[in-house]
């Protein structure tokens, strides 16, 4: 199954390193990964997205939290959250095909942000889903270039997310 | 006062209580030596002879003493020769720290003379690791290493050590207290968890312990004989966990898993209940996991949350250290109904009698001289006072064996990455650490020649390490895989040429007995024990002589080949 997974971790060199390293050593798959600051500078959030069974993905989150640099640990995947990727798509534009383009465009609330005689650069941004519904539709046009940041997600409910670290081997509440 | 980098690190390690370090020079750690010489009343250092030497001595001192084993090398070469000690170290969590000189901070990533990006190596071989780039963080950086070294799960830390920060200087002061944000080990069991385990252990009549190394990191030894004594529990151990449990003890059943007992093998697939304490379910000791344990519940006390349901999945998990939990186990067993637990476990350990009885650990006396018989000739004449290594092989199996331990940190072997070349300079750091106690590295011939080299630090600092080879001038346990699963193709096992290990020990200044025939086995233990000189005694044994019981790869516990 898919999952979400939300890492604060020191804003220190060498933490993407370990993180990355711990995936390709352990065998785990990464399906995109983000890395960005946040308000506490001294902090990064990193959002990655995984694929694994309940035992895969109950390992992945806790050999996150073993690396020293890791902070707190959020599986988002089956919480209430919201996520969206952006996409730069160099799709071909000729002068019959033009208007079709734009109307897609304007249908995924994108944005062209670069013309050239034979092509546009559109920027589209959402959730998976509707990433792949545009890509499908500008498809027939010939897309020339592709860029995804993959996706950043942010919980609905609590700050930082729904579940508080999970250090802790998961345990029943007395 | 400002201090220069140097003496920073070297006032560090004093504060953090080091008193050895094992080390090797070189061009990056030129300041740090030549400080090192206003440190030397306080600061003993052993010069190796190669740098995996230094690693595995420090890693030997530490795993005799408990107290964090540090190492000392230069850059580029110097700490890449570290890497399979450090690699040893981590998957036995033994706390290290190491020290590596580093080319000048404007110089690093230019590919300089001896640069290595030795932080990018070992970054999935330490428990953490660091590249000190100023020397104003020098000082708090050391006390982290030591403190991620020696808490929660215990393991090698590398401090690259840049030669400019070495010369740099800032005002010192030792951070008296530590708090890591990212970094909370958990020492308690969730004492709901604790109370749900001692109820099925009331309740099991079949329970059997199984102890890994955890329980001699957390000097647990004590609390889990009371429990396997006191509730009438079998025990059996990993490798890592043997001298956890008094070897000689009526409800000790061996070693568990591939070279296990009979006894053991058949107790951990028949028992209703596993109690795992400090051990990781490693594939050498499940076999086939599927088939492994099948009718058990089970209980995975340790302190690494990552172990738990990581190979098996677990019924009652609990995170904590091994004593702590140990301890409140014992004292929740009191509010339970007193019971005589002999006696409900009686046909339990009846059974247990019986395949103890039936398939005891033997081998079959022939012409030549048999390994188990040296082993065990050891064991007769030293006791239990005694510090054993290992190399890796044929003769760490049999030494796990035919060795009856009966005190923690008294066997030191590398379990996890099985290092060859470990033992020897293992052997010399443990000595180190307990200069009047008998050392003896149990080697074979193919281990004990990847750091032979270190006999010349055993010689110099007159070291009384004894090391008993026992040779069959081959790769025995490679070869032993060789006749059972390549149809005796014995492709590259067998040693054409074998250097005269009596002739060799003379060379380096220490003294070399040989034995050829059983007879000749006791003089020779007893005279390398009348010496306070490092010994080499050459056994020289039945190269036939194969390690069983024995379970294929791969194959369930109970498909075990017997003698």
């Known amino acids: 199954m898919r999952h979400v997974i939300s890492v604060l971790v020191d804003n220190q060199p060498g933490v993407l390193s370990r993180v990355s390293g711990l995936f390709s050593g352990r065998g785990f798959n990464i399906e995109s990964l983000n890395v960005a600051e946040t308000l506490d500078p001294s902090i990064s959030r990193m959002t990655l997205v995984t694929r694994g069974n309940d035992q895969i993905i109950e390992q992945i989150i806790k050999q996150l939290n073993k690396l020293v640099n890791v902070i707190k640990v959020f599986d988002l995947t089956g919480s209430d959250y919201v996520d969206r990727e952006m996409a730069l798509i160099k799709v071909n534009a000729n002068a019959s095909s033009r208007a079709e383009v734009l109307r897609i465009v304007e249908i995924f609330r994108g944005r062209v942000v670069d013309v050239s005689p034979k092509s546009y650069t559109l920027e589209v941004t959402g959730d998976d889903k509707k990433m792949r519904a545009a890509i499908d539709l500008l498809a027939p046009f010939g897309i020339m270039e592709i860029v995804r940041t993959g996706p950043v997600a942010i919980s609905r409910t609590k700050k930082n997310g729904p579940n508080s670290s999970q250090r802790r081997e998961k345990e029943p509440q007395d | ?563």
């Open chain 2, 1 to 563: 006062m400002k201090k220069t980098g140097a003496e920073i690190l070297l006032e560090s390690l004093k504060q953090e209580g080091v008193d050895t370090i094992f080390g090797f020079p070189g061009g990056a750690v030129l300041n740090i030596y030549d400080t090192l010489l206003r440190y030397s009343e306080e600061i003993r250092h052993i010069l190796v002879r190669h740098e995996q030497g230094a690693v595995h001595a420090a890693d030997g001192y530490a795993r005799s003493s408990g107290k964090v084993g540090v190492c000392l090398v230069t850059s580029g070469p110097g700490a890449t020769n570290t890497v399979t000690g450090v690699a040893t170290a981590y998957m036995d969590s033994v706390p290290l720290v190491v020290l590596t000189g580093q080319v000048p901070t404007l110089l690093i990533g230019n590919d300089a003379f001896q640069e290595a990006d030795i932080v990018g190596i070992t970054r999935p071989c330490t428990k953490h690791n660091y590249l000190v780039k100023d020397v104003r963080d020098l000082a708090l950086i050391v006390k982290q290493a030591f403190h991620l070294a020696r808490t929660g799960r215990p393991g090698p830390i590398l401090v690259d050590l840049p030669k400019d920060v070495m010369a740099d200087s800032t005002e010192f002061s030792y951070p008296s207290k530590i708090k890591m944000r990212s970094y909370n080990p958990t020492y308690q069991g969730h004492a709901g968890q604790i109370k749900r385990a001692v109820k099925l252990i009331a309740k099991a009549h079949k329970p059997l312990i199984y102890a890994g190394g955890g329980v001699i990191l957390s000097n647990a030894s004590k609390e889990l004989t009371a429990l396997g004594q006191k509730f009438s529990i079998p025990v059996t151990t990993t490798l890592m966990g043997l001298g956890s449990f008094p070897g000689n003890h009526p409800l000790f059943l061996g070693m568990v898993g591939m070279h296990g007992t009979f006894p053991a093998n058949m107790s951990i697939t028949h028992c209703d209940l596993l109690i795992a304490i400090g051990a990781r379910f490693d594939d050498r000791v499940t076999g086939k996991v599927e088939a492994f344990s099948p009718h058990s519940k089970k209980i995975h006390i340790d302190i690494d949350p990552t172990s738990i349901s990581k190979n098996v999945p677990v019924d009652i998990p609990i995170v904590g250290d091994a004593k702590n939990v140990l301890k409140s186990m014992l004292k929740s067993f009191e509010e339970e109904p007193a019971q005589d637990w002999s006696k409900m476990r009686a046909d339990w350990l009846k059974q247990i009698g019986e395949w103890k009885r039936t398939s005891p650990l033997t081998y079959n006396s022939g012409p030549g001289l048999k390994p188990q018989f040296v082993i065990q000739k050891i064991n007769e004449i030293t006791g239990d006072d005694v510090i054993i290594t290992t190399e890796v092989g044929q003769n760490q199996m049999w030494t796990a064996q035919f060795f009856s331990f009966t005190k923690p940190r008294t066997l030191i072997t590398s379990g996890g990455l099985g290092t060859m070349g470990f033992g020897f300079p293992a052997a010399i750091g443990a000595q180190v650490a307990f200069p009047e106690k008998i050392v003896i590295d149990i080697a074979g011939d193919g281990s004990f020649q990847m750091n032979v080299q270190e006999l010349a630090t055993a010689v110099q600092y007159n070291l009384p390490v004894k090391v008993a080879i026992l040779n069959n001038h081959c790769l025995g346990m490679v070869r032993q895989w060789q006749q059972l699963f390549c149809d005796k193709r014995y492709s590259h096992t067998v040693f054409e040429v074998i250097p005269d290990f009596v002739k060799l020990a003379e060379a380096y200044g220490a003294v070399g007995l040989r034995a050829t025939k059983s007879e000749e086995v006791e003089p020779v233990i007893r005279e390398a024990l009348s010496l306070r000189r490092p010994v080499v005694m050459d056994f020289v044994i039945d190269p036939s002589e194969c390690v069983y019981p024995m379970v294929p790869a791969g194959a369930p516990l109970t498909e075990m080949l017997l003698v």
